[in-house]
């Protein structure tokens, strides 16, 4: 999962930081409204951890960006207004939580699982389909109920494209998902080919189909049209 926290309290950002990459999660920080502004043109995320008090502005004007942009991402507000109005507020202007701090991370990383599952996966901890089946507590992938032994990178980039069925992803796309900032300044991405192939061939080993595409000149696409679903 790929987060971006918006938050100008460097120290608790960098503590939200620690505990996220801790549990896999790909993380990325803005700290005033302009770099969050930024962040968000140009880069795509799974849940955003919003903290409406900004010092260039409000964070509740980047949760109207995101709605009116349409970006589907899952927003969790972060906030030290615990005033039951500015709640209220918040989850009608459409983000998906509110959090009051001080918090405990593991309530924060609860609640990110939580509108994750809700807003990716419909409520559940397992993403199937046909024949593949991965669960995001364990990181296991299953191909007709027999574990496929699979690295971190290559389970991220299967649930990538299961949530993301029958869209093309780019292979800059790709990176930035599973890699975030460490791919802003790379001349090319052919390393994600290496990663998708690797995938494809764990995937045919175990008997499953290849629904993975190589759309030329684009990306790649999870065409889920491609075998009958069962």
Not at 111 to 128: E, P, S, W
């Amino acid at each position: 999962m790929k987060i971006l926290i918006i938050e100008d309290n460097k120290e608790l950002a960098q503590s939200m930081t620690y505990y996220l990459e801790e549990e896999h999660y790909i993380c990325e920080c803005a700290y005033n409204y302009n770099e969050a502004l930024d962040r968000l043109s140009f880069n795509t995320y799974d849940c955003i951890l919003l903290d409406i008090m900004l010092p260039d502005g409000n964070g509740l004007n980047l949760l109207n960006h995101v709605k009116n942009e349409k970006i589907n991402s899952g927003v969790l507000i972060i906030s030290a207004k615990d005033a039951l109005d500015d709640k209220i507020k918040g989850l009608e202007k459409g983000a998906d939580d509110y959090i009051t701090k001080p918090f405990h991370l593991p309530e924060l990383h609860a609640r990110l699982r939580a509108v994750y599952r809700r807003k990716k996966m419909d409520g559940y901890n397992d993403v199937k389909f046909n024949e593949i089946l991965l669960n995001t507590d364990t990181f296991e992938v299953f191909i007709h109920e027999t574990r496929l032994e699979v690295t971190q990178k290559e389970f991220e980039l299967l649930l990538y494209f299961l949530v993301n069925k029958n869209r093309v992803l780019s292979k800059q796309s790709i990176a930035n998902h599973l890699w975030g900032d460490y791919t802003d300044n790379l001349a090319n991405f052919d390393f994600v080919y290496q990663h998708v192939k690797n995938l494809r061939k764990k995937i045919a080993t175990a008997q499953g189909n290849d629904y993975v595409e190589t759309i030329y000149g684009l990306g790649y696409k999870f065409n889920a049209l491609k075998y009958p679903s069962s």
